[in-house]
Structure formats: C-alpha cells, structure tokens
C-alpha cells in the first residue's frame, strides 16, 4: 500500500502559507497605489551680497548712511574746536588763580560732553544702520516669496557656497561649519530675477510718492 510522504496536517500548513503570501502581496500592492505621487522640490539659490549690491534701495541707503556720517563729523568738529578754545582760555590765567580754576573746570566738563557725545551718536548711528538694514532684509525675504510664489519654486536657498573662507580666520572649523551650501548648479541661481523684481517695486513706490 502506497502512502503519501505528506502528512495532511503539512498539506494544509502549506495551503495556509500560500494565501497568506497572497494576501500580503495584496496587501502591499494597494499600500504602494495609496501613495501620494512624489514630485521633486523645486529649489533656487541666492547671492545675498550680490543681491544687496544690485539693489537700487541700497545704493539710496548707502547715501542716506553717508550724509547722516557727515553730519554727526560736522558737529563733532565744531564741539572739538569749541573744546580747543576753551584749553586755549587757560593760558590766559596763572595755573593758581581763581581764574584758571574755573577755566580748567569749564575745559573737563567740555570734555566729558563730547566724549558723551561720540559715545552716543556711535551707538544711534550703528542702530540706525543695523534697523535699515535688516528692514531691507525683511524685503528680500518677502520678494524671495514672491518670486517663489510665481516661478514655482518650492525653496530658495541663499547660496553660500560662493562666499571664500579666510585662509587666515582664526575657526576654520567654525567657518566650514557654519555653511549650508556645498554646491549648486547656476541655473538655480535667481539672483538677477530677485534684484530685477526689488528694482521695478522701488522704482514703482519713489514714483507715486
């Protein structure tokens, strides 16, 4: 009598493993056909000093800077020269008279108040430029968003990978460290769109005003 080598009890354990396999497959088929379609990130790059360089608002602030510079050296002059009269005064008066007292008192408080006043007029000035400055930034940035918006780019980078490290800087691993960009190609490059956009709306803008 001839009987088979598979027990029945294998037979069945097979079958199961079989549907098992097939629903799996199943499974996955309808898993990959739920995915969303990727699509790739659009991406452009920026010269940020290049796009500061070519900017027409930058080149108004750059004279409004320099005009506000001459004119705090302008009143510094004059405080320095009034200072100069006043130490001129005490030779007029014996080192040991009333006179020369007063003189010499009038001469340090002079003093005291132009060295005040450089302080401060240093620190309003460097406030000011800092303030217009990253006003400007604020408007490269909200451009950079518009362009994105129109062209369809996903992301704009600001391309660092330009920007040449000091053979003399004291961190080099710092610099190295501190850069995102390691390379991209120049046809991502929208620095000309971006300056050509910021320049047309600052034209716009000095016109109706």
């Known amino acids: 009598m001839n009987r088979s080598p598979f027990h029945p009890g294998v037979i069945l354990f097979a079958a199961g493993l079989l549907l098992a396999s097939a629903l799996l497959v199943g499974v996955q088929a309808v898993a990959v056909h739920a995915l969303p379609l990727l699509t790739p990130t659009v991406v452009g790059t920026v010269d940020l000093e290049g796009t500061f360089n070519g900017l027409q608002e930058w080149d108004q602030l750059q004279v409004s800077l320099t005009q506000r510079a001459e004119r705090m050296q302008e009143e510094l002059t004059k405080r320095q020269e009034e200072l100069e009269g006043l130490e001129a005064d005490l030779e007029d008066y014996p080192e040991s ?113």
Do not use: C, H, W
């Not at 008279?97 to 060295?115: H, N, P, T, V």
């Not at 406030?127 to 996903?154: C, S, T």
């Not at 980078?157 to 390379?183: G, K, Y």
């Open 97 to 209: 008279s009333d006179k020369f007292k007063q003189a010499m008192k009038r001469y340090q408080m002079a003093a005291i108040e132009l060295q005040g006043y450089v302080q401060f007029q240093q620190q309003k000035q460097k406030r000011y430029n800092d303030d217009k400055i990253f006003e400007l930034y604020d408007k490269i940035k909200v451009a950079a968003k518009a362009l994105a918006d129109e062209q369809g780019y996903d992301i704009i980078l600001v391309d660092d990978s330009i920007v040449a490290i000091p053979e003399n800087s004291e961190n080099i691993l710092a610099q190295i460290s501190s850069r995102r960009v390691l390379f991209a190609r120049d046809q991502m490059d929208v620095t000309d769109q971006l300056i050509e956009v910021m320049n047309t709306e600052y034209q716009n803008s000095a016109a109706a005003n």
